[in-house]
């Protein structure tokens, strides 16, 4: 059999998959297989296979995508759940994914009541528990702001359409299953995980149980953002690199030991499966042990295959068991950077080590640019000289370690004591390098999600500077890469649309300003929660953030590395509580607060962090103003220095995109009656205050203002009934058209000169 023979069989499969799930990147790769086809002149019978083989893989995604249907309905209460896989503690919460005893995946959810109960559970419980539980089924969340993680698209991905919050579980009544060698793979990896947990240092559990069993639970936020930010988040995983490293030492070490290369070969195949399952299944272990296992039963039958036929035949087989898998970040990048080292292997023909792993590492990173802008906006400037340094770390020292450590908890634990200190220290210092590194500037590059015409141009690019690396041309490879990059650097300053998005932060206000061709961008308040008391057990690690998990992101997403002004209102933790995990990833060049505001321990916070980071910082008061080529800003209220609260609110008026726009925080009737006293206002849009309670937005308001459209922004069933139908009544009966975040998700205002329109998000 010829030499990648596979490839245009996997391109072909690639291809119809995406015409059926994505139909312009189906396009894309339709008009790419048939140049690959075109250059390559094969015979007729050849071509129409390969066009047969895409209609098949179309009809196949399109069949899985419109089978993949829940027989559950919301009404269901009570339920018989098998919890097949692992499921994850976190505080009082217990969650994972269980089958019903309809065969249908859910997720569930179950806050646990007490701490005697959490420890009854975590003693008894299983892999493979079946329970009877009752409670109420939901749907997963729509991403509700542009560029956020859909996470009611990614489980339908996984064929899981329910979220089940558990109301009642009997645990007394749960009973273990028959057991079988799946659930016994699965039970050693949960025995072994609660080992590290219980053993092991707790400075090096996290990563113990990251690098043993592939699960990065354990790690803490801090340092799974200064991994991923730095380059080297696939260190932290089981990698195509990891899995080789394991089973080439282990095939040297038992063929050192006197077993016969064949016999070895054997019980590699046998092994690899159970390790996959062990380690958690991911899509890049899948992979790589994948192409082991057919690298070798390609030898035992004697067929000359590349290990590019193998990437391709194990990629097939992924696309055939679930088409879906192609939307896996961690499958897209592992293909992806797999596949473009085997093409480029004459680059890798090189004498010295530290030039190899050099290269190595520049072919991955080039590669997966557009996958890791489109997913995360960034990307690190300096990964390529930090994974010099933390590959052989990992691969040759922390990870050896780590198993040899494990080994000897499970024969001679004593040893450890010797060992436990050694590794501590190692952990600890690189961990605290990682923080370290993570906290200098200009580290990250933020391009912002790529347009898809970008998106698509980057693969062409991509191309052609391995090119000119094949010929040696470094210089003119590293030019086409760095343009590519530069285009998408500064496109946004090329686009003279401007945009304005209330954006949904649940019960709390957060306004982005963009004006056009970037001449600024200005946020208004920067929503938050409050943060409730807890007893230790109680507490959840991986809490949600609005600054860190919602913000933050969507800034990132397009491509908005400096804010120019941000204003925050007053000092309630709704308005200002994500304000400094912004302020410690967005250049921010100037921030207003109202007069005395920073008296409140919240705000003084915030206050210390803007002289640490040197932002300018002005109290805004009745009278300031600005104004840039396309927009004029005015700051109304307050007029004194003493703050009071709600009704010291900064009150701004901004007149951009046409429109005549009062943004009013939560300033309620005093207030609102102070600002028609001393000003004859006549605006479009309201950004109703208080998100609509009723101490605000008064009829003698309304009928001064005489708004068009009309803001809330408040949270999906809050706890304080906003907005009250009192003010819903007053809008409605003076034919204001009101958008509500609650209801729409985030509110934009796209607008070209002095037109524009409103949209929401989801639309």
């Not at 030492?249 to 050192?256: D, K, M, N, S, T």
């Not at 922390?398 to 908890?409: D, G, K, M």
């Not at 034919?735 to 975040?741: A, G, L």
Request: contains cysteine; negative net charge; charged residues 20%.
């Amino acid at each position: 059999m010829k030499q990648t023979t596979m490839v245009p069989i996997a391109l072909s499969s690639l291809t119809g998959v995406l015409l059926a799930l994505h139909f312009a990147w189906g396009a894309f790769f339709l008009l790419l297989l048939t140049l690959h086809l075109l250059q390559r002149k094969p015979s007729l019978p050849t071509f129409i296979f390969l066009f047969v083989l895409t209609f098949f893989f179309y009809t196949h995604a399109t069949f899985n995508e419109q089978g993949s249907v829940t027989s559950l309905s919301a009404t269901q209460q009570n339920f018989k759940l098998s919890f097949q896989e692992m499921v994850e503690w976190d505080g009082n919460l217990m969650k994972g994914e269980v089958i019903t005893s309809k065969g249908e995946r859910i997720i569930a959810r179950y806050e646990i009541n007490t701490e005697n109960e959490l420890l009854f559970l975590k003693e008894n419980w299983k892999v493979g528990m079946e329970c009877r539980a009752a409670g109420t089924l939901s749907q997963p969340m729509l991403n509700t702001n542009e560029n956020a993680f859909n996470y009611r698209q990614y489980l339908q991905q996984k064929e899981i359409y329910w979220v089940l919050n558990i109301e009642e579980l009997k645990i007394k009544d749960c009973v273990p299953p028959e057991r079988n060698l799946l659930l016994e793979l699965k039970e050693w990896r949960y025995n072994g995980m609660k080992i590290i947990k219980n053993h092991f240092p707790a400075e090096i559990v996290g990563l113990s149980q990251a690098l043993i069993f592939g699960d990065r639970n354990e790690l803490s936020e801090e340092s799974l953002q200064a991994y991923q930010r730095l380059g080297v988040i696939h260190l932290l995983a089981i990698s195509g690199l990891h899995v080789g490293f394991l089973f080439s030492l282990l095939y040297f070490l038992l063929v050192r030991l006197g077993m016969t290369k064949e016999s070895t070969q054997t019980l590699l195949l046998i092994l690899l499966p159970i390790y996959v399952i062990i380690t958690g299944a991911s899509p890049p272990v899948i992979r790589a042990a994948g192409i082991v296992m057919i690298v070798i039963l390609t030898k035992k039958l004697q067929w000359n295959w590349s290990l590019l036929d193998s990437l391709s035949l194990s990629f097939l087989v992924f696309l055939l068991i679930n088409p879906q898998v192609l939307f896996n970040i961690g499958f897209q990048l592992s293909y992806i950077v797999s596949f473009s080292l085997m093409v480029s292997s004459s680059l890798l023909n090189i004498p010295y080590r530290i030039l190899q792993l050099l290269c190595v590492t520049l072919i991955s990173q080039i590669v997966s640019i557009p996958i890791i802008l489109y997913h995360f906006f960034e990307f690190s400037i300096i990964s390529l000289i930090v994974n010099l340094f933390y590959v052989p770390l990992f691969t040759f020292i922390i990870l050896p370690l780590l198993l040899v450590s494990f080994l000897l908890q499970l024969t001679f634990p004593f040893v450890n004591s010797l060992l436990f200190p050694v590794l501590t220290v190692l952990i600890s210092k690189v961990d605290e390098l990682s923080i370290l590194l993570n906290k200098m500037p200009f580290i990250t590059l933020v391009l912002g999600r790529p347009a898809d015409w970008l998106l698509m141009l980057y693969p062409g690019v991509i191309i052609l500077t391995f090119l000119q690396f094949e010929l040696k041309k470094w210089m003119k490879g590293c030019f086409l890469i760095m343009s590519i990059l530069s285009v998408h650097y500064f496109l946004p300053y090329l686009d003279s649309k401007g945009e304005i998005m209330f954006i949904d932060v649940g019960q709390g206000d957060c306004i982005l300003i963009v004006l056009p061709n970037r001449e600024a961008v200005y946020m208004i308040d920067t929503g938050g929660a409050i943060q409730f008391e807890a007893e230790d057990w109680e507490k959840i690690k991986n809490t949600y953030s609005v600054g860190k998990d919602t913000i933050v992101p969507l800034l990132k997403s397009k491509g908005i590395r400096r804010i120019d002004k941000l204003l925050l209102t007053h000092s309630d933790m709704d308005h200002i509580g994500g304000a400094r995990e912004i302020i410690n990833e967005i250049n921010i060049n100037q921030i207003i607060i109202s007069p005395n505001s920073n008296k409140k321990p919240e705000m003084e916070l915030i206050v210390q962090e803007a002289h640490e980071k040197n932002i300018d910082l002005i109290e805004g008061r009745k009278g300031d103003e600005w104004e840039t080529k396309s927009s004029h800003f005015f700051i109304l209220y307050p007029e004194d220095d003493k703050y009071e609260g709600n009704n010291d609110s900064l009150v701004l008026l901004g007149k951009f995109g046409g429109k005549t726009w009062l943004f009013t925080g939560d300033l309620e009737s005093d207030g609102e009656m102070e600002l028609i006293r001393q000003y004859q206002l006549i605006i479009d849009v309201l950004k109703v205050g208080h998100h609509g309670s009723n101490s605000s937005t008064t009829e003698a308001f309304l009928d001064e203002l005489q708004p068009e459209i009309a803001i809330v922004s408040a949270g999906r069933k809050n706890r304080y009934g906003h907005p009250h139908p009192e003010v819903m009544s007053n809008l409605s009966s003076r034919k204001i058209k009101v958008y509500q975040t609650n209801l729409d998700g985030a509110i934009h205002y796209k607008f070209l000169g002095n037109n524009g329109t409103f949209t929401t998000y989801p639309p």
